[in-house]
């Protein structure tokens, strides 16, 4: 079975002019199959005219016999030729013999890619695939890589983010896929214009993404105990307009990053090893460590379920007032802050 391998290390070969005969993109996320065919086609044609050597297909559309045959004829400009199947699932294979015998010796100027987000890895064609293309994994991204992504992106573009902007933009986009998230990402990009570091307030912009300033500074003022405080910071943030799944969002993401701060001091992790172990960086943790004093793990568990308890209660209509579920959070924790657990 041919080894599979990430967007980047595709990029990387490319990059250093290693462009497979045959490849195979596999994954469900459909923004990775895009971003790769379309890194092939630059590494193809080095952003020249294609002409007649670039063939765009779909497997429910066309045979693999005349696919073979077109791989099989030599570029017309003498260069190479790129042919991209999309829909490669839908390909019927009534006889894999032609496809086995290509893949044993394909032709070396041509780039033949299958593609497709549904592939039925219990077909022929996948099971041939697997040993004689090159595989690209397009599988959705966890939350850590997709905030790497994002760092990758603005950073490509000239641009810093520090990281706990990066990770509040991957918490509120997430859920709406990779596209959704770079399709953001260019809107904040053209925005701000000049390359610069992103500020928090540039993050207004995007959609589902919180007020990343007065969600933190409310969730400090939680932790820190004083109720009358937070519940009247609370109060201001929604009458200003300050949307309340939003603003739950960035409470939440302070308290799981305090958390890895304080795993790693209650563990004594060593510095280098917690940004690989935990996912924060040494210099984060031990600002996490500054703002929430000396409160413990178990606190801030508890925190996290109550956040899970207050959006339950907000998108299930368990609250009429949104107010009210975010004020039993703040009440609940300060009891169990005022009990010394």
């Given at each position: 079975m041919a080894a599979t391998s990430s967007l980047a290390q595709l990029t990387r070969g490319l990059s250093n002019g290693r462009i497979e005969p045959v490849y195979l993109f596999e994954g469900e996320e459909d923004f990775l199959h895009e971003e790769g065919i379309r890194r092939v086609d630059e590494a193809v044609f080095g952003g020249d005219d294609p002409g007649l050597d670039r063939d765009q297909l779909r497997g429910d559309e066309i045979t693999l016999a005349e696919i073979l045959d077109r791989a099989s004829t030599y570029a017309m400009g003498g260069g190479r030729r790129l042919i991209v199947v999309r829909s490669a699932g839908r390909l019927p294979v009534d006889n894999a013999a032609g496809l086995k015998a290509y893949l044993a010796n394909p032709n070396p100027k041509t780039c033949l890619v299958f593609s497709d987000p549904k592939l039925d890895?219990?077909?022929?064609?996948?099971?041939?695939?697997?040993?004689?293309?090159?595989?690209?994994?397009?599988?959705p991204f966890d939350e850590r890589r997709m905030t790497q992504w994002v760092k990758e992106k603005l950073q490509a573009r000239g641009f810093s983010i520090c990281p706990e902007l990066a990770e509040t933009i991957t918490a509120g986009l997430i859920s709406d896929g990779l596209g959704r998230l770079n399709a953001e990402l260019d809107k904040l990009i053209g925005s701000i214009g000049s390359p610069r570091e992103v500020q928090p307030e540039d993050l207004a912009l995007l959609v589902n993404v919180p007020r990343t300033g007065d969600a933190f500074l409310l969730a400090q003022q939680v932790l820190s105990g004083d109720r009358a405080r937070a519940v009247a910071s609370l109060r201001a943030l929604l009458a200003a307009g300050e949307e309340p799944v939003m603003?739950?969002?960035?409470?939440?993401?302070?308290?799981?990053?305090?958390?890895?701060?304080?795993?790693?001091?209650?563990?004594?992790?060593?510095?280098?090893?917690a940004g690989e172990r935990y996912g924060i960086d040494a210099w984060r943790a031990e600002r996490f460590h500054r703002e929430v004093g000396r409160v413990g793990s178990r606190t801030l568990r508890h925190a996290i379920r109550l956040c899970l308890v207050a959006d339950r209660e907000i998108k299930g209509g368990g609250s009429r007032d949104p107010a009210h579920a975010f004020e039993r959070l703040i009440h609940r924790l300060g009891r169990e802050l005022r009990s010394g657990a």
């Open positions: 890895r219990r077909k022929a064609l996948y099971r041939l695939l697997q040993t004689g293309a090159a595989r690209v994994d397009c599988s603003l739950l969002g960035g409470m939440s993401w302070y308290f799981r990053n305090a958390l890895k701060a304080c795993v790693v001091r209650e563990r004594r992790v060593n510095p280098h090893a």
